[in-house]
């Protein structure tokens, strides 16, 4: 039998973006002031996760399956941002001169992207008090600038794919992706 607890949808969600010495907040705490927020997302398209990994059959003479190997582990997250905001243009053209007034205006040049920005990410999706959480051990990257859509029947979009690095291996050879956390959100002053 299922546990009904264990199964979730969630009424609202945000990407935070933080420079790579930012502090992960413990728990269900606030984010600091180095996190800043994407912005409103598509909520229909959510968070896609996809995991690549490479696999070899090996077989012995007469075409028996002695073995299976698998390496070269990568994990990516896909989210779609409906703003062009500073932020947004952080992970689409790092190193942009673009100017925003947060009221919707902006103005300046859009430079060649630096290709190798690394910054902490997180996401967090809520409903009611609870959240759940899920924010980069060490570094993301942008893998894929996918299309962006501007039309007259739905709200502007670009597909940002994110890959997520791991931390170095410790002594039980073990590298980590993420912190993650489900629960209560608290305030940090609890």
Do not use: C
Request: charged share 25%; proline share 4%.
């Amino acid at each position: 039998m299922g546990n009904a607890k264990n199964a979730s949808v969630w009424a609202f969600a945000d990407v935070y973006i933080a420079p790579l010495d930012a502090s992960v907040p413990r728990g269900g705490e606030p984010f600091g002031p180095e996190w800043e927020q994407v912005g409103l997302l598509d909520g229909e398209e959510g968070f896609t996760e996809a995991i690549e990994v490479e696999s070899e059959d090996l077989y012995a003479w007469g075409g028996v399956l002695v073995a299976s190997t698998q390496n070269n582990f990568k994990l990516t997250r896909k989210f779609l941002p409906f703003e062009d905001n500073k932020v947004v243009y952080d992970l689409m053209y790092p190193g942009h001169d673009v100017s925003f007034d947060g009221d919707g205006g902006y103005a300046g040049a859009i430079n060649v992207p630096d290709l190798q920005a690394k910054f902490k990410i997180a996401f967090e999706t809520r409903t009611g008090n609870t959240i759940k959480r899920t924010i980069s051990a060490n570094y993301a990257m942008v893998a894929e600038r996918g299309e962006a859509t501007e039309n007259a029947a739905e709200l502007a979009k670009r597909e940002i794919t994110v890959a997520i690095y791991p931390t170095d291996a410790d002594a039980d050879g073990k590298a980590t992706l993420f912190h993650t956390y489900k629960g209560e959100a608290t305030s940090a002053t609890e």
